[in-house]
């Protein structure tokens, strides 16, 4: 198989990273000269300030998320510079203090100023600090933090949903968010394991030194060199060794303290340390008065503690400066009067979906409950948008202390359009089949669709469900209740800025139809109202390709929206057919007899002519009836209510038989495909009703 080659696009680190790292490792064992030491060590000292001051001007943990790695990178170099400095000064540490670079050896002699001792116990307290102090309590932080950021990650969640389904925030912003809700708990965990790296490096340095030390003596006195001088040569370049990789390291698990120590300031520590460390006037000055104080004591110097004092004072007055100015410049806005005309017209828009709930359903809806209805609505959101082809708007949730406590009740541009009560504490168990064994429990309707139910209690769900019913609890039954209010309200849901959004999200893919149509053939208002003719009826709007080109072909030669509508269902009829056909391929539906068609086309008929047209109340009420009836027996046998006739009477069948059965779709065999068989399940007649075999 070929190598894979890099391509223009690629970032070159990519490729240089990795090489690094594995040069890093083979440093281990490849000896290297004492000039390229100095340069990786002061490498090490470099890209150690750098990430403290990284630590330092960061505002937000995930801006160095990589600062975990980085943390092993750069521990890793330091042990392999160790590894390199002790072949050094093991095979020519009898040669001098420079036998292992010049880094080593001013911090052996500069540094301690040659005191080996003193050199001993610096590094030692050092290692203390940093082992002990530092990194240990760094490592606790880390460990917390990641511990509350994976037990806070369910309700942040639900929260950025419930900013999403409000419309605060657009879902690409909401998935940023909860990716980095992720990142955050992995980068606290990762911080948790990185602290590990650094006290095993503080372990490593004191065995380093060690060996560096007893090791070089034992050689160096092999070699006939004398035991004084081999102890101070030995033991400057072990100190220094040991300094300069104790530097970076200090600096490295300080800018770990400072990451995971200042994550709630959300500013660069120096802007908050100013803002809030300094921000209080009344402890600066307290401060000042005790400073100032502190230089009386007999044989305190006073003039550092004056000087400092005098500071506190200074910087005060001008913080005090600076906050009135500030102020000045802060434009206050003017509060709003209750009864003033702005209070009036912030009261004016309305919402267009509004939820109302008792106080009893508050668990269901509130995330920081427990409640998952937000989650249920953001997801059905997206259903509608799948099924239908609208964006359903957002849905505002309030509570209602007016309501009874377990009533809920949807409002459309704050009118009233259903509502439903829950029992608190008890499930609804569904009979769908109409046959299930009785169950113990109150009588009751499914407040969607109306079916048969029974409340019942949280111990018998079990049970329910083994009989043959669905259980569902209040979440479910106030979600699949807005479904079907959204479905059966979706034309009124579809105004034009909501069409216009629609069309602009149309028109970057298909910029050219947009442009032919609106408003060359049809007005934006002439295609609102057959969008919402389709609706009205439950016909999908999604596939707007075929509806805007079937208008552009319509509307040359009518600007009727009724007729628009009517010949492009008809365009529609791979969809609408494919909507009813059951699984062996065929559509069960309600026909119309004979003479009953013929009632309606006389009507029509009559009203075209301006003759009357009303219908026979008596002949009303049987078909009416007729109607009713069939469309519950297709319910309960599990197909969806449907009607075919003729084309010219389809839309006056449809008025007459939605104030009765408003579920009941009523299509014409010309939009059906002419290859699918339909099998009458009824016939509605003036006699009798009758079905098919």
Known sequence: MASPVRTSKEPLSDSVVPLLLVGVVLMMVLPLPSFLIDALLALSLAISI?????????EQPLQFSSFPAVILVATLLRLSLNVATTR????????????????????????????????????????????VVITKGAGRVAEVAARFALDGMPGKQMAIDADMNAGAISPDVARARRRDLEREADFFGAMDGASKFVKGDAIASLLITAINLIGGLLLAVGRGLGLGEAAETFSILSIGDALVSQ??????????????????????????????????????????????????????PMVPFLALSGGIFYYARKRKEAVAQEADEVPVAPAVEPGSMEDIEGSLPLEMLTLE????????????????????????????????????????????????????RFLLLGTEIAHGTIRSGHLLAIDPSGQAPAIAGELTRDPAFGSTARWIHQRDKEMASALGYTVV?????????????????????????????????????????????IPNILSLGDVLKVLRNLLREGVPIRNLRSILEGLCELGMNTKDPEQLTEALRQRLSRQLTAVFKGMDGQISALVLDGPVEEMFRRSLRDIASGVGGALDPEQTRQIGDELEQAVQAMIEAGKAPLCVTSPDIRRYVRAFAERRSPRLAVLSFRELEPQTPVRPFATISFAPRSHAA
């Open 50 to 58: 750098g990430v403290f001051l990284i630590g330092l001007y960061m």
């Open 247 to 300: 530097m970076p390291a200090l600096l490295m698990s300080t800018a770990a303290g400072v990451v995971v120590t200042r994550s709630a300031t959300g500013e660069q520590l120096g802007r908050a340390f100013a803002t809030q460390l300094l921000g209080s006037r009344r402890a600066m000055l307290t401060t000042g008065v005790v400073v100032a104080a502190m230089s009386l004591l007999p044989g305190m």
């Open 88 to 131: 050094l000064i093991l095979l020519r540490g009898h040669e001098g203090t420079g036998a292992a670079g010049h880094v080593i050896e001013t911090f052996g002699k500069f540094v301690v100023e040659g005191n080996v001792v003193v050199g001993l116990i610096v590094f030692l307290i050092l290692v203390v600090i940093n082992f």
């Open 357 to 408: 709930v008792g106080y009893e359903l508050l668990y269901a809806v509130d995330p920081k409950m427990g409640g998952m209805l937000v989650d249920r609505i953001q997801s059905l959101r997206k259903q509608v948008a799948m099924d239908l082809g609208i964006i359903m708007a957002p849905v505002h949730i309030r509570d209602n202390l007016e309501l009874e406590p377990g009533m809920y």
């Open 473 to 517: 609890d209040a979440t479910t039954i106030i979600a699949t209740h807005l479904a079907e209010i959204v479905r059966a309200h979706a034309h009124e849901l579809l105004g034009r800025a909501e069409l216009q959004h629609l069309l602009d999200n149309f028109a970057k893919s298909h910029p050219k139809l947009t442009e032919d149509l």
